[in-house]
């Protein structure tokens, strides 16, 4: 059963009764002033994220405790806008009922890249396929063949809160930055352009291992949270390397551990690099990488 | 007279006698240890910068008084290189002659652009021909039909000391952040393009004002040293359209003249923008600048 | 009809029933976690703002939308405390009514300097006409004899929520800062006068198109938030000595400037100046309005 | 015998013989890079700084060892421009002779405020004459009564090599920002004006213990090294209170050495306040002693 | 009346009815937003601090003016768990009643060091009684003999909200950091080890007066507001030894005021030091009491 | 052949003729004023570093080529003290000669820690037996049994010219850092002892790989330069727990990972951890680490 057009969170844009379903992202009990508890939830699907209350007359605590988090409910209630005319919209609920499996179709609440995937998958195998340099080109096809690390690559968030924090952020920040590469090749042309592609296609492979998420969630890992991705993506290429005894030479994996290491850029601005940019590579890529940033994250604050 | 492949400054690189030209960029005159004076020089040709000394029997300060700076002399002597094997090379100078204005080639001395000029025009003139914006199109066809403008646009320098600090530096820079930006509206199709590309093409036109330089030297005039570019790139387009009465909407001014001001980027990292980005475009222009700048400043500090 | 000095707000000190009226400069409609809806306000008047609360029995949002912000409005209800001996008052409201124009004295709303503004008026006068320099000179009167300007100029708040934040707060800040001057020229007396009072004295203009305001409340404009006052002030003494075609000497021009855009202090500092203060007159006019603006502040805060 | 007016420092601005007398400042030996010994001077008169070299035929160490450092010499020898047109003059000394105390008149060799010191006096006497609070008009006496600490306090100079480092730096200094704080008191009537007065009369004293001076140079002694002026300070008006038994209620103790200890603005600058201003007088003193130093130092570098 | 075991906050982990006593360490009158009132209240014992919520149905204003912070009463009321699971408890308190002092044993409220107390007096007098300097060795047992000054120092808690902020607080953190500087002594035998163990010892005595406390409440004292406790130290090393007329060498007692007055680190990190660590004991001394604070402030946070 | 005493760095305090012999770190052909060239050459033995310089009457280029880098040369000249009484000494050299490899004690020229080894090795050892934790144990001994890698560490210096930059420096640094930690288990009983004695042992073995050195030099390699010790480290781990296929429990390979990571502080420092301390005893190593290092920095400088 589809979600119809004008039910999803984007269209939610004027005070009207409504009867569909979304994703109960978080649910949280508080009280109110009057002694009284409520239930406050975060609601979701494809489209984005809104807020819902629920006044329950029998006990608040019993309700809470009974939903599933992470779970596809139906919800009958109010949308509201307070204040008038602030664009500002939230649900009043009435009642509420889970679905069953069958009573849904995922795709409609599953918040991702709003990009053509297979697009995106044929810039990098592109830019594999054309590569120069025999070892990095080995190094991308260990990990571009492995089923399940291409796999994940292509649906991972590229974030838990900042930019592209959604299913397949990561596949469509990779490509943005691999084509700001691309173009600074074409300005610089003395850039050592292998090295480079394959920095900005592995450069955030850690994240795959710093977020725990499924279709409906995104959490950062203990692992993430301990050791941050600039680490894990270099551990992950070291891994690799070993485990599918690949030859390279040790100058040219030190280089693109460095380019990869140091692309949040100078160790002094605090923003997590432990090596400063050293390279004309290592410069072009934390500047690339800034650049996709930067830019959709003030889009996606709009 | 053309100068020798072999005694361009590039390609003095081992130890042997001289017999070639130069600018003499710089003189300054030292005090030996020993109590005797000696001069020393800062030579130029189109490949680059060598420092030279000469050691005169006779009075340095008279010899001294005598050479024209920034003209073009004949220069007697030995490539030396200290310490052995440091790569490092210095011209040791017995005589020297200034030549008259038939006796070189000025091109042979002239530090500029390796880029294709022409090429890189015609990129800044087709963007403007497919602008949609009837405005901004019109404003940027008022600077460019200006010949002084557009001449001056072609041959200035994008810096003293810093990145692109040769005669073409400001184009070359220019177009580098021009197709930055090219590639940033591929990846982000919701950016205004025509406000972006404008942006580019004019953020650094304050530089025309800032320099004071003629084929064989760049210094900074006294207007870049007390307003710098940013104001002055900003008064001149509110001077433009001023002067030719151009009829552009306020509010898309202010937009343009917001991400001209803005592009050094945040205000609180202390780097010049009285304003801080604060439109998609602003945040996508500093970084452009920033990526173009910063790539080439490392390449040319190698 | 005058307010009765009990009803100004900085006399609302303690608890009891009030009737009397107020500027409604904000409203905002907010749900009681109960369920129901309340309106939040911020009243106004001559004498500072207040907070205050309605619990209507019909619904909030019929109420809400009937309300006129930036009216004036006759309130019924008590003023509150709470914490109790906490100095800490607000208003819950039973009733209101707007008023019509002739009910009420706009003078008792209307926040604004508590100087005399034609003995700080005088102070501007007056170093005008002891001005030796002709051009700075003429640049002053092109500026104060145009009626609309000086009009503006005596009223314009000098900021939104910072130090000075009401009706000739630009004024008053602006003597301030030019007095300072004056003691600073008695203790150096190597300083230029002209040049450090006229930029003292046109330093800040460009708030006049950074607010909005009217009598009642004051915004930033969408000038006033993309390219700030530094560069507008700068602007329109450009746009002033072009349109009057002012004949000034280029070099006396660009030490304005200079003083006039480095008085937010260093550039690394990250305080919004472009160009750091590189003569004694801009470090002059820096500290001048620091001083002024950092004492008015804390004052205000009390 | 007085030094003409033509010899002195400031005057010494073209190439010439010259025959007259200095302060040696500083001497420091060098071996030229011809393997020979050479000594440079420092030399000092009341108008400013000059360096000066000598290569001795004779030992060069043994030379050197004859000198005492302090004393006031006759030196012959020549003045030189480096390089030409540089402005830039230096002395080649060819030979040197103590003076005995009757051959010079030591005026000639003091560096000392230009100002009139009975004026600065004056200002800070009426200052102290016109309070009105009891309590910190005593302690204001207290230290000026003590003859051995007034001689001390019109005397000392403000810095070694930062601003108002001349003997009677000191007194110019606290007088500047004594006039600057009286200025604020008339923009802020509400500032405690003999709370401010005080401030800014004692806020430096610590500087007479922390610099060790005589009529020919200026050393930072060991106490100002390790301790500091902000804490010398305070300490100084602890123990005049503790050593006269001054009745002086706490409270405005602690207020006085508030704003004394933070006068160098905010703790997270690092300037060196061990708190932050934190009432509006504190404010104001940090401040107008930014101002009085900042401008001063601007002009001391030309 | 002892309380029980699992009446103490730190053991109030799961829904339930409770019937015992605390401190009312704060409370706040707040409006529900059904325009009710209700009392929100800080309870602590001795095993933490806890949130408190009491909904009265007579006039709230009344029940709160009544209510003596700082005592300690009876509470009967429900512990609260929100949101479920979150291990976030708080108290809905029905009624309360104030204890008469025979009703309660103070023990059971006071925040205290749980280290034995006996034994970190004795870690500090057996390292006094050790010390070889004659004069050091003096100055702290003026201190310690000083019985007031003794009992203070046993008791103070070492912040209001930071690390060690409980009775007993003060010692316990000296005594960690004297442990650490013994064992850099054991590692750095060349530092002066009676310096830096009487630096450790008094470095934060000043804490004595920055708090206002008494067994169940710390405030910040004004003069601890104003001058801040290292500033305090210091002036209390140099009364102490005017008062007893210690004799110190001067050049001894700056070493030991400086490694005080240095111990927030370098000026220009903005933590509060009026002079930067110069000698090995102070930067010692710095990172000693850097390592005691920040481990135990992360644990507190726990 | 012994160096005798009075011929070691340390002690050539005073002007007199010397024949002894030196390491010869590091030489450099300089050009005098008068033309002429010279060698300034940089000599270490195991107590220090003193510079010698060279005017040969014969071609200084010649000389200065014949001369092999990092052997031990014998050395006649003069130790001479510029100025006088600066204790600033350095070496003209008259001859030199190479000296065989049987003509000296290499002893006599190694820079080395002072600190017995052996017991530096035994902290170690004692530690290692002495944990409880089965896995960080393991990993521990897998790395001190291989012979190889314990050799090394015990020869590494830490640093290439910051704090215990000599042969034995890392062991010596890193056994100050686990007894600053051992200490801190006994003040905060709460941590994770072998946890933090784990971090502390292997938190710079990455420093092995970081500097290239024998037993006269150090130099930074390629590796450290551009992935720097943190990763390294880090990294070394993970490969031994791979090669020796250890089994060891995720969480607690990410937990000693983080600390190792984040030993050098918050990220926003900008000193270079990946990821800020986010556990007791990651807080506890960085501190431990700062103590060691900046306490034995101050030592060296002196």
Same mark, same amino acid.
């Given at each position: 059963?589809?979600? $119809?057009?004008?039910?999803?969170?984007?269209?939610?844009?004027?005070?009207?009764?409504?009867?569909?379903?979304?994703?109960?992202?978080?649910?949280?009990? $508080?009280?109110?002033?009057?002694?009284?508890? *409520?239930?406050?939830? /975060?609601? @979701?699907?494809? @489209?984005?994220?809104?807020?819902?209350?629920?006044?329950?007359?029998?006990?608040?605590?019993?309700?809470?405790?009974?939903?599933?988090?992470?779970?596809? *409910?139906?919800?009958?209630?109010?949308?509201?806008?307070?204040?008038?005319?602030?664009?500002?919209?939230?649900?009043?609920?009435?009642?509420?009922?889970?679905?069953?499996?069958?009573?849904?179709?995922?795709?409609?609440?599953?918040?991702?890249?709003?990009?053509?995937?297979?697009?995106?998958?044929?810039?990098?195998?592109? @830019?594999?396929?054309?590569?120069?340099?025999?070892? &990095? $080109?080995?190094? &991308?096809? !260990?990990?571009?063949?492995?089923?399940?690390?291409?796999?994940?690559? *292509?649906?991972?968030?590229? !974030? %838990?809160?900042?930019?592209?924090?959604?299913?397949?952020?990561?596949?469509?920040?990779?490509?943005?930055?691999?084509?700001?590469?691309? @173009?600074?090749?074409?300005?610089?042309?003395?850039?050592?352009?292998?090295? &480079?592609?394959?920095?900005?296609?592995?450069?955030?492979?850690? %994240?795959? %291992?710093?977020?725990?998420?499924?279709?409906?969630?995104?959490?950062?890992?203990?692992? =993430?949270? &301990?050791?941050?991705?600039?680490?894990?993506?270099?551990?992950?290429?070291?891994?690799?390397?070993?485990?599918?005894?690949?030859?390279?030479?040790?100058?040219?994996?030190?280089?693109?551990?460095?380019?990869?290491?140091?692309?949040?850029?100078?160790?002094?601005? =605090?923003?997590? /690099?432990?090596?400063?940019?050293?390279?004309?590579?290592?410069?072009?890529?934390?500047?690339?990488?800034?650049?996709? !940033?930067?830019?959709?994250?003030?889009?996606?604050?709009?």
């Amino acid at each position: 059963m589809f979600k $119809k057009e004008e039910d999803f969170i984007e269209n939610l844009n004027k005070i009207r009764r409504i009867n569909t379903s979304f994703v109960i992202a978080n649910k949280t009990i $508080k009280t109110a002033r009057n002694g009284k508890n *409520y239930i406050e939830f /975060s609601l @979701t699907d494809k @489209t984005g994220e809104i807020t819902a209350r629920m006044f329950p007359n029998r006990d608040a605590e019993e309700i809470y405790d009974d939903i599933e988090q992470k779970s596809i *409910y139906n919800i009958m209630g109010n949308v509201d806008e307070f204040p008038r005319n602030s664009r500002n919209f939230s649900i009043k609920i009435d009642s509420f009922q889970k679905l069953a499996e069958d009573e849904y179709d995922l795709d409609d609440y599953t918040r991702t890249s709003l990009k053509d995937q297979n697009q995106l998958i044929r810039e990098i195998s592109t @830019t594999i396929k054309e590569m120069k340099d025999p070892y &990095l $080109k080995d190094l &991308l096809k !260990a990990f571009f063949c492995d089923k399940e690390f291409a796999k994940q690559f *292509y649906q991972s968030p590229s !974030a %838990k809160i900042h930019h592209h924090n959604y299913l397949g952020g990561l596949l469509e920040h990779t490509v943005g930055v691999l084509l700001i590469c691309k @173009t600074s090749c074409e300005i610089f042309p003395q850039l050592d352009q292998d090295l &480079l592609y394959t920095g900005a296609i592995l450069h955030d492979i850690g %994240k795959l %291992k710093s977020y725990d998420y499924d279709l409906v969630s995104i959490d950062i890992s203990n692992e =993430g949270k &301990l050791l941050d991705h600039l680490f894990i993506s270099c551990d992950m290429v070291n891994e690799k390397i070993r485990d599918n005894k690949l030859e390279i030479p040790e100058d040219r994996k030190i280089q693109l551990l460095h380019i990869m290491l140091s692309h949040h850029g100078d160790v002094q601005n =605090g923003w997590g /690099s432990p090596v400063s940019p050293q390279t004309p590579e290592a410069v072009a890529l934390h500047h690339a990488d800034n650049l996709d !940033a930067k830019v959709k994250g003030i889009m996606q604050k709009r």
